[in-house]
């Protein structure tokens, strides 16, 4: 059977986990055309390690993904309240456990190439997917298809693009950029400027290292160590460090991280992605606690990627006309709620809940990706703000101020737990991704109905 006619072509830029997932979102409904333009000469995901909260669970749910991803697991992550990341106080050699945050089902962790290829495999042969595409530009004018170019020279037309593009998003670029120069037009010439700073990504002051330890190295060292069994969270005065099992157990990974608080809201002018010497990491927890020292004992021989944490401002939008961005292009956020693939999840599952609704027309396009950017905007700027906070709970900050009588260190160390705890229950327990989803769809009957 021939396929119906398309009532718009959307393309996507950038490959990852956000675009896939719109992608294969967006062919459920069969008349929607769709291009998936990937800069890299594959699609592939970079890094490791991943976390799947439960509000994440939902979105795969709705998008019958839920069983694919469960079944990378050793176990069924199950809709109990369960114990969920242990902290503790490790900067020293007796460890101090700190407390405990739950969530709705046990957290699911899995390696980010594992949840790449399921949505990959699952795509239909009617998405139609490019490699080697780095976008360079687009040019989007009233009445006309917009004009995607490439920086091998070719180009493409559609009628939406979604900029899934990543931190250095040619996407957000161009949106900042259209909206200020509309701004000079009409005279705001200091919002204008202000437009052009803000798809400027920022340090947040922090460095990842990154690496993988089989988990036979770590099991011949400490055979019950906590981390084969659940996150661990170990946290220090400006390091830290985070370590669970994925690929069924079969690795530990093991993300630490170095804070430099003073260059928060910088530019960082040096590569973003490096290889690090172990050494250099093990000298950064050289003291803490026996389960660090095991961990950082195993990181001799193999390769540490070090990451520099740039991140978004809070933007003011994500669309603007017939474009918008999802992801780290929208809201690049720290690491600390485990909430970016999430976040970047949802947003395509909204995108796509949206866009598959007989009100979104290619005259109601622009209306439509405005109504996305209305629900999703607060939401993630609100889950990185806190992803930040609890970035300052784990390095500790709170506790280099001087002790007071009235504040005595533990009672200050139990401050700082009850504020992790209560950012990881907001997110995994109190917000409902239906809601808002509801809430979408509800603003479009409403304003596009008429």
């Given amino acids: 059977m021939s396929e119906p006619p398309s009532k718009f072509h959307v393309a996507i830029c950038g490959g990852g986990i956000g675009g896939l997932t719109l992608a294969f979102a967006l062919s459920k409904s069969p008349d929607i055309s769709i291009d998936v333009y990937e800069a890299a000469?594959?699609?592939?995901?970079?890094?490791?390690?991943?976390?799947?909260?439960?509000?994440?669970?939902?979105?795969?749910?709705?998008?019958?993904?839920?069983?694919?991803?469960?079944?990378?697991?050793?176990?069924?992550?199950?809709?109990?309240?369960?114990?969920?990341?242990?902290?503790?106080?490790?900067?020293?050699?007796?460890?101090?456990?700190?407390?405990?945050?739950?969530?709705?089902?046990k957290l699911m962790t899995l390696h980010r190439a594992e949840l790449h290829e399921v949505l990959l495999n699952r795509l239909p042969s009617r998405c139609r997917t490019s490699s080697s595409k780095r976008l360079e530009s687009y040019v989007q004018q009233p009445g006309a298809p917009i004009m995607l170019h490439f920086q091998d020279g070719s180009t493409a037309t559609c009628d939406i693009l979604i900029g899934a593009d990543g931190l250095k998003s040619a996407v957000r670029k161009t949106i900042f950029q259209d909206a200020a120069t509309l701004a000079e037009s009409q005279h705001r010439n200091a919002d204008a400027i202000e437009l052009r700073d803000l798809s400027q990504l920022r340090f947040s002051g922090v460095f990842s290292y990154r690496t993988l330890i089989p988990a036979a190295k770590l099991s011949s060292i400490s055979p019950q160590h906590r981390a084969f069994s659940s996150p661990v969270q170990y946290l220090g005065k400006n390091r830290h460090m985070i370590a669970y099992p994925i690929s069924r157990g079969r690795f530990v990974n093991i993300v630490a991280y170095e804070s430099h608080p003073?260059?928060?809201?910088?530019?960082?002018?040096?590569?973003?992605?490096?290889?690090?010497?172990?050494?250099?990491?093990?000298?950064?927890?050289?003291?803490?606690?026996?389960?660090?020292?095991?961990?950082?004992?195993?990181?001799?021989?193999?390769?540490?990627?070090?990451?520099?944490?740039?991140?978004?401002?809070?933007?003011?939008?994500?669309?603007?006309?017939?474009?918008?961005?999802?992801?780290?292009?929208?809201?690049?956020?720290?690491?600390?709620?485990?909430?970016?693939?999430?976040?970047?999840?949802?947003?395509?599952?909204?995108?796509?809940?949206l866009h598959s609704n007989e009100l979104a027309t290619k005259t109601t396009v622009s209306q439509?990706?405005?109504?996305?950017?209305?629900?999703?905007?607060?939401?993630?700027?609100?889950?990185?703000?806190?992803?930040?906070?609890?970035?300052?709970?784990?390095?500790?900050?709170?506790?280099?101020?001087?002790?007071?009588?009235?504040?005595?260190?533990?009672?200050?160390?139990?401050?700082?737990?009850?504020?992790i705890q209560e950012n990881s229950r907001w997110l995994s327990e109190e917000m409902d991704w239906g809601a808002d989803l509801q809430r979408a769809t509800n603003l479009l009957q409403a304003e596009l109905a008429a």
């Fill in 262 to 353: 003073h260059e928060e809201g910088t530019h960082y002018d040096g590569p973003w992605v490096a290889d690090e010497d172990p050494s250099y990491v093990q000298g950064l927890f050289q003291g803490w606690e026996k389960e660090v020292g095991d961990i950082v004992q195993c990181l001799d021989g193999l390769k540490i990627t070090r990451w520099v944490v740039n991140v978004m401002p809070a933007l003011p939008f994500f669309a603007f006309g017939n474009v918008a961005i999802l992801g780290d292009a929208a809201h690049a956020m720290t690491p600390f709620l485990g909430a970016g693939a999430g976040q970047a999840i949802e947003d395509a599952s909204t995108l796509a809940a």
């Fill in 368 to 419: 439509v990706l405005d109504i996305y950017s209305r629900v999703r905007q607060p939401f993630a700027t609100e889950v990185s703000r806190r992803s930040r906070l609890n970035g300052g709970h784990f390095s500790l900050r709170s506790l280099t101020e001087p002790d007071h009588d009235e504040f005595p260190f533990s009672a200050r160390l139990q401050g700082v737990t009850k504020q």
């Fill in 41 to 105: 000469s594959k699609f592939t995901e970079i890094g490791a390690g991943i976390i799947l909260s439960w509000r994440t669970r939902q979105v795969l749910k709705s998008l019958c993904l839920e069983e694919d991803v469960i079944s990378l697991l050793p176990f069924h992550p199950g809709e109990d309240r369960v114990p969920s990341v242990q902290y503790r106080k490790a900067d020293q050699p007796d460890g101090l456990a700190m407390g405990t945050a739950y969530s709705r089902g």
